[in-house]
């Protein structure tokens, strides 16, 4: 739309010759810029994705090492109690050798040396069994402690998220029936925002009732800087038919997202480096694009609270 907006202007100047050549070259060059954003915002748009898919994989990953070292530790158990019926049956047989022992010594010499030998054999496999009984039994230990603080570090990023949400849904309590809905699943929290309380048709500014609950929101974000924000932008799969300097859905998607974001960099508590600003256009709908309803509720901001997987990243190489 721009390129065509661009020919449309060289045209009219070239018709009706009122235009300057330096108007031309100033259309040019703004062309030029805005294929430059265009790219930068495309690039942004993967980067997104890239660190979401990332996000997902290390959780997994958590998940997966975890269940792993159940087993291990479920293996480790059955060795150790195998272990114990060894010292068990050596003991016994050592009692008995040493009953035979005693009973033989003054019939057969000889043959008291060999039991004594065998004794003598039995002692040292008893003692390397319980050694090998508490290296294993420290192997276990170990493990299992580093168990429960992988485990004990993820229910605290789930009871902290817990704790998020339930601090979003007080503070934007007062928009509750206006399009907003805060939940809880996957390890994140989901504020979904419908375009009806954020923005006019066709148009990126935010309103007045939006901007209040993208303010509260973002005085709940500042007092949890370890958390990274996601900032996704929906439409519906109506093409885009509006005015102004807009190419299309994506164009218009991404461009939503981004005011919003502008608009909680306006709280200096709030760190910069955790936002991220994505377009999603029409093609991660959440309902039907049949009905007005649904194309109401496709047409959103999303905003996507994920917890930083730091510490469960240590946790999960130092048990490797």
Request: proline share 1%; glycine share 8%; charged share 25%.
């Given at each position: 739309m721009i390129k065509q907006i661009s020919l449309a202007l060289v045209g009219a100047a070239?018709?009706?010759?009122?235009?300057?050549?330096?108007?031309?070259?100033?259309?040019?060059?703004?062309y030029a810029k805005l294929k430059k954003e265009n790219r930068a915002l495309e690039d942004k748009n993967k980067d997104c994705d890239?660190?979401?898919?990332?996000?997902?994989?290390?959780?997994?990953?958590?998940?997966?090492?975890?269940?792993?070292?159940?087993?291990?530790?479920?293996?480790?158990?059955?060795?150790?109690?195998?272990?114990?019926?060894?010292?068990?049956?050596?003991?016994?047989?050592?009692?008995?050798?040493?009953k035979n022992s005693s009973s033989e010594l003054a019939k057969n010499a000889a043959k008291n040396r060999e039991l004594l030998q065998q004794l003598e054999d039995k002692e040292k496999a008893l003692a390397t069994e319980n050694a090998r009984l508490i290296a294993l039994q420290k192997e276990l230990d170990a493990r299992s402690k580093r168990i429960d603080e992988l485990e004990g570090a993820l229910a605290a990023k789930d009871a902290n998220m817990k704790a998020l949400k339930n601090?979003?849904?007080?503070?934007?309590?007062?928009?509750?029936?206006?399009?907003?809905?805060?939940e809880q699943r996957d390890g994140k929290v989901y504020v979904s925002m419908e375009n009806k309380l954020l923005f006019q048709s066709g148009s990126w500014k935010v309103g007045v009732d939006g901007k209040q609950a993208v303010k509260q929101l973002g005085?709940?974000?500042?007092?949890?800087?370890?958390?990274?924000?996601?900032?996704?932008?929906?439409?519906?799969?109506?093409?885009?038919?509006?005015?102004?300097?807009?190419?299309?859905n994506w164009d218009l998607s991404t461009k939503r997202a981004t005011a919003i974001v502008n608009i909680l960099q306006e709280n200096d508590d709030i760190n910069a480096e955790s936002l991220t600003a994505a377009g999603r256009s029409e093609f991660a709908p959440i309902a039907t694009n049949d009905t007005p309803e649904g194309k109401s509720r496709n047409r959103r901001i999303e905003v996507i609270l994920t917890p930083k997987l730091d510490e469960v990243s240590k946790l999960l190489s130092d048990v490797k």
């Open positions: 070239l018709v009706t010759s009122c235009v300057s050549k330096k108007v031309f070259t100033d259309l040019e060059s703004d890239e660190l979401t898919a990332q996000l997902q994989t290390e959780l997994a990953s958590a998940e997966a090492t975890i269940e792993q070292l159940k087993a291990d530790k479920a293996n480790l158990a059955n060795e150790i109690a195998e272990t114990q019926s060894k010292v068990e049956g050596l003991g016994q047989s050592y009692k008995e050798l040493e601090s979003i849904s007080k503070a934007l309590t007062n928009f509750e029936g206006k399009g907003l809905t805060v005085e709940v974000l500042a007092e949890n800087p370890e958390i990274n924000v996601l900032i996704e932008g929906h439409t519906d799969n109506d093409a885009f038919n509006g005015k102004g300097d807009i190419s299309g």
